[in-house]
């Protein structure tokens, strides 16, 4: 129950990156450094989680980590 907020503050975040994004894409406004980058930070984002998991770190950092992540990532494309 206590991570139920900054969960679903991450899949509000995740969505308008989404949703940034696509429309990006629809509007032939993305670059392939863009969708580099895309795949580049959802690796470097599984390994930053399972380096947290594995030294026994609690579930809810994973989620601080990602939160951060995707929040940039909104500030970043919503400048675009």
């Given at each position: 129950?206590?991570?139920?907020?900054?969960?679903?503050?991450?899949?509000?975040?995740?969505?308008?990156?989404?949703?940034?994004?696509?429309?990006?894409?629809?509007?032939?406004?993305?670059?392939?450094?863009?969708?580099?980058?895309?795949?580049?930070?959802?690796?470097?984002?599984?390994?930053q989680a399972k380096t947290?998991?594995?030294?026994?770190?609690?579930?809810?950092?994973?989620?601080?980590?990602?939160?951060?992540?995707?929040?940039?990532?909104?500030?970043?494309?919503?400048?675009?």
């Amino acid at each position: 129950m206590l991570m139920l907020f900054p969960m679903m503050a991450l899949m509000m975040d995740a969505a308008r990156v989404i949703e940034i994004r696509l429309r990006m894409m629809a509007f032939g406004k993305s670059t392939p450094d863009e969708i580099f980058l895309m795949v580049a930070e959802k690796i470097d984002a599984m390994e930053q989680a399972k380096t947290i998991i594995i030294r026994g770190g609690d579930p809810s950092h994973v989620i601080d980590n990602y939160q951060k992540i995707v929040a940039a990532n909104v500030a970043r494309l919503s400048r675009s």
